[in-house]
T-cell receptor, first 113, second 115 residues
């Protein structure tokens, strides 16, 4: 079945460092891919999405490209801030008859000043 | 403002009690979902509903029940049959079920603790 695998955390970076969080997926068909962010004690917020191969989603300095050949959707940011500290979830659009999302296990990012 | 409202934010339950978590949305979305979040395990789907008066079990439905009598509301009951209910519960909605490119919108969550 469809699944998502994220790199394990926590990831600890200094402010202004480059961020990469790896995400790979297994899927049939051509589902959309999403990155969500969760700040402490809160729900999830959509960060960015891509709906087809080679699409690049971007928002707030974060980017991710839908790579069908490597089945990946890695999240990147050129210069992280302390305020980016959160848990990041990669998600896969679900099967065509449910629309439910399939989530990775989440990666905790901690940015130190 | 449109959005999803979960209540209460914190909930304490005694062993053997049933409790109901509220989820209301004013986004006019057809589909609604309940997820459970435990540390290090990501989100697991409990139940989902694509349309009023219809719902389906997710991956971990045992010990939970739901109803969908109104489009705006999708309450979750955690029954005494749920052996390990302490967790963070997230409700979500999407504009339409059965569509793979649509994102879900989440509420702020309810943290349930068994005392």
């Amino acid at each position: 079945g469809n699944s998502v695998t994220q790199m394990e955390g926590p990831v600890t970076l200094s402010e202004e460092a480059f961020l990469t969080i790896n995400c790979t997926y297994t899927a049939t068909g051509y589902p959309s891919l999403f990155w969500y962010v969760q700040y402490p004690g809160e729900g999830l917020q959509l960060l960015l999405k891509a709906t087809k191969a080679d699409d690049k989603g971007s928002n707030k300095g974060f980017e991710a490209t839908y790579r069908k050949e490597t089945t990946s959707f890695h999240l990147e940011k050129g210069s992280v801030q302390v305020s980016d500290s959160a848990v990041y979830f990669c998600a896969l659009g679900g099967s065509s008859n449910t629309g439910k999302l399939i989530f990775g296990q989440g990666t905790t990012l901690q940015v130190k000043p | 403002d449109g959005g999803i409202t979960q209540s209460p934010k914190y909930l304490f339950r005694k062993e053997g009690q049933n409790v109901t978590l509220s989820c209301e949305q004013n986004l006019n979305h057809d589909a609604m979902y309940w997820y459970r979040q435990d540390p290090g395990q990501g989100l697991r789907l409990i139940y989902y509903s694509q349309i009023v008066n219809d719902f389906q079990k997710g991956d971990i439905a045992e010990g939970y029940s739901v109803s969908r009598e109104k489009k705006e509301s999708f309450p979750l009951t955690v029954t005494s049959a749920q052996k390990n209910p302490t967790a963070f519960y997230l409700c979500a909605s999407s504009i339409q079920g059965g569509v793979t490119n649509t994102e879900a919108f989440f509420g702020q969550g309810t943290r349930l603790t068994v005392v």
